[in-house]
């Protein structure tokens, strides 16, 4: 393929998004259809890049992806409209509001659960000498990717699907781009986690929601090792489950860690047995981590000789799902915890 072709393949897809968009009356088909546009030819020309020629391959690579963009906000625009004719429809139905009936019974509010490990966590970490520190939701590209060892065109970017804003600035996807806002602002040595809100440009289903919680963790010390890593991961999980839970390490990619590791728990709904949550393994995903890379302390002004450390990103929202027995990720966004049974309340007791 060359570049004209390319140019002309974006536009068809441009103009099919635009007649999906336009056949699609509920949020679910808009979905729908813009995971069918994206996976198309646009997904076949990246991941085909090399039949560009090697002079051409980074700008084809700049207009596929630049494209890939335009349709997602043209189906983002889409979805905002629908969201809000819905919202309309809905008030002029609750014009016949009576005043008469009785008001709804009055109930005990609880902590969500996400809320309540959150604060389980912090509490546990601020007893280890751990500041809690936020961080901002709409971050910049350079703490997202850039100051995590996450250049402009590493494949690993692709993996975090990303909300863009109009200014160039993103949605975090992690909470990582606290760890160098925080070595910038404290320097070594030091203890902090930052619990926050992050999202994700992904199709929802049991496990995985556009907007979820994690929890950062960085600790950097002189001669900090694997073996610190490991010893604070077992102790955060048996505290939060009281118990020993089985857990599992694999090495895993993360451009900011070196090594890194996934950090697997047996799966709390079905005891590891398999069910939709562990997509039939057994095991969730729960704490990556990995020793901090020289470059990510290099941006935090940091010296890699002198100083090392670990960095951990427990998924809160998965951990709360595990805590409490919630099989589907969507309800945790939904408003309605009614059929959630919080353990730390009187036995049987509905968490609302
Ligand atoms: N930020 C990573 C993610 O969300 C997780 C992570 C954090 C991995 C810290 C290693 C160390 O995918």
Redesign the pocket.
């Known amino acids: 393929m060359n570049l004209e072709a390319l140019e002309q393949l974006l536009q068809d897809t441009k103009a099919n998004a635009e007649q999906a968009i336009a056949a699609a009356d509920s949020i679910d088909a808009l979905r729908s259809a813009e995971s069918k546009v994206l996976k198309g030819p646009l997904a076949d020309a990246l991941k085909n890049i090399k039949q560009f020629d090697a002079a051409d391959r980074g700008r084809a690579g700049q207009s596929i992806n630049a494209a890939k963009k335009d349709v997602q906000m043209l189906f983002a625009d889409a979805q905002t409209k629908l969201m809000s004719a819905d919202v309309a429809s809905e008030r002029k139905k609750s014009a016949d509001f009576d005043p008469t009936l009785p008001p709804p019974l009055k109930r005990r509010g609880a902590f969500h659960p996400v809320t309540a490990v959150q604060r389980e966590v912090e509490r546990l970490f601020r007893g280890l000498g751990f500041a809690v520190v936020g961080g901002p939701e709409m971050e910049t590209e350079f703490y997202n990717f850039e100051a995590l060892n996450i250049p402009e065109m590493h494949p690993a970017r692709d993996s975090?699907d990303t909300f863009w804003l109009t200014n160039g600035w993103l949605l975090r996807?992690?909470?990582?781009p606290c760890q160098v806002r925080a070595m910038q602002r404290f320097g070594p040595p030091m203890r902090v986690i930052a619990p926050g809100r992050c999202f994700r440009y992904e199709a929802i289903d049991a496990s995985h929601e556009n907007t979820f919680f994690?929890l950062?963790g960085l600790l950097i010390d002189k001669d900090i090792s694997i073996a610190h890593l490991i010893a604070f991961m077992k102790l955060l999980l048996r505290q939060v489950f009281q118990r020993d839970v089985e857990v599992r390490l694999r090495p895993g990619f993360?451009p900011?860690?070196e090594p890194?590791f996934e950090l697997d728990m047996s799966c709390a709904i079905c005891d590891g047995k398999g069910c939709p949550t562990c997509k039939r393994s057994g095991w969730v995903e729960i704490l990556?981590?990995?020793m901090v890379h020289p470059n990510v302390l290099r941006h935090g002004g940091i010296d890699p000789h002198e100083y090392t450390g670990f960095?951990?990103?427990l998924g809160l929202t998965r951990l709360a799902m595990m805590k409490y027995g919630v099989g589907d990720i969507r309800i945790l966004n939904s408003g309605d915890l009614r059929g959630i049974v919080h353990p730390d309340r009187l036995q049987g007791e509905r968490i609302a």
């Open positions: 975090q996807t992690h909470t990582s994690q950062e993360f900011f860690v890194g990556p981590c990995g960095a951990f990103g």
